[in-house]
């Protein structure tokens, strides 16, 4: 009889799982925390001194909107009647501002239209941009 030197094929799967490098690298693992937790637990802190700021008097100032009030007798800032060359200065001093506060506008209904028109004017030169046109409902 002759003999066969081929291997028989298996169809069943193999089961076996080689964990040798997983159990490598929880030793190392391992280590590493053993080496390093004692390390972290005597961390010395320098103690030092910190310079002291005093609040700036200046931002907290600044409120978060302004009432423009546009008259036929000129305008109101913040109810306090104010003229040209002082609204250009606010105007200014609002528009260096990081944070400008809302302009809320105002009008009467009989105000000519060209003096709310200077005002826009005025806002878009000193690039203030946070505007509210306050109106009121039709049946109010």
């Known amino acids: 009889m002759g003999r066969s030197f081929h291997r028989q094929k298996s169809l069943e799967a193999n089961s076996e799982l080689n964990v040798?490098?997983?159990?490598?690298?929880?030793?190392?693992?391992?280590?590493?925390?053993?080496?390093?937790?004692?390390?972290?637990e005597n961390e010395q802190l320098m103690e030092i001194d910190l310079p002291v700021a005093t609040p700036n008097q200046a931002q907290s100032a600044v409120p978060d909107s302004v009432d423009l009030l546009v008259t036929t007798e000129g305008y109101q800032m913040d109810g306090n009647p104010v003229g040209m060359l002082e609204l250009e200065n606010e105007l200014a001093r609002y528009g260096d501002m990081?944070?400008?506060?809302?302009?809320?506008?105002?009008?009467?209904?009989?105000?000519?239209?060209?003096?709310?028109?200077t005002l826009l004017d005025l806002l878009k030169k000193n690039n203030l941009k946070r505007i509210n046109l306050v109106t009121r409902p039709e049946d109010a």
């Open 20 to 40: 040798t490098a997983l159990i490598d690298l929880g030793f190392a693992l391992l280590i590493i925390f053993m080496i390093s937790t004692p390390l972290i």
């Open 98 to 117: 990081s944070d400008p506060p809302v302009l809320a506008i105002r009008a009467n209904g009989d105000t000519p239209y060209q003096y709310v028109v």
